[in-house]
């Protein structure tokens, strides 16, 4: 087992980073977190080109939760920082952090990450691939257990029908894990954004979305009281969960 530090890399804010309320979007940062990822595993020989060219498997992201502290504004400069928790039997669990330019932590989030064999889309042994580095002597960036999200009632309202395009995609030819994160965020009308912002957001992807497919988004605001909100997505022709998530708000400052 590899003994490795955490992996850095750090980020300025750009123009097509922010919201109309110049503070990062939400999806830019799990961009950021993805990318600052791929970069951790490429430096082990288990990138993106290396697990497709040499076994055909792809890394697959199942679940995440990014709590925020601070939003960063633009033009700021962030470092990311990811590192590996040790392995299970069938997924990999990663942390990550996000730091101002004071070293403070403005996000955290934990994942988990499973590989999975590309003409066979069938999830391959953590034990059959090599990749075990292991970050010791670091707690988790957020203490808690990944599980299964469900509403909180029985009635969900539609709020909007999305049909997939090129602009959503990812490398793999599905729908990129950034694009449910602006999803979800489209749930809420602009007067919401100005009002609240996230605290916190769970995301359990379960089904793959492909171009041309539809996906009808709907929302559960029956926790609302507790500052929180359901929201999943679900493919209109064959019915299937593609993703679910919850996300908890609190009011802007200022």
Sequence with gaps: MDIVLPYKKKYRIEVSDVDFMKTLKLSV???????????DVENRGFGI???????NFAWILTRIKVEIFRNPFFGEEILIETWQQEQRKLDFERDFLARDSAGNIIAAAVSNWVVIDISQRKIVKTEL?????????????????????????????????????YSDIDFNGHLNNSRYVDYGMDCF????????????????????????????????????????????????KSEKV??????EIREREG
């Design 29 to 39: 940062l799990f961009n950021y977190f993805q990318e600052t990822a791929e970069m």
């Design 49 to 55: 080109e290396d697990f497709k060219n040499n076994f």
């Design 129 to 165: 691939i090599g990749y075990s580095p292991n970050t010791p002597g670091i707690k988790r960036a957020i203490d808690c257990r990944l599980g299964k999200l469900k509403a909180f009632g029985q009635k969900l309202e539609v709020v909007y029908r999305k049909v997939i395009g």
């Design 189 to 236: 009308n602009v007067e919401d954004h100005k009002k609240y912002e996230t605290k916190s957001i769970e995301i359990n992807y379960i089904n793959e979305a492909l171009p041309g497919e539809t996906l009808v988004l709907y929302k559960d605001m029956s926790a609302l009281d507790s500052n929180l909100i359901y929201i999943e997505g679900i493919n209109e």
């Design 242 to 247: 593609v993703f679910r998530s919850q996300v």
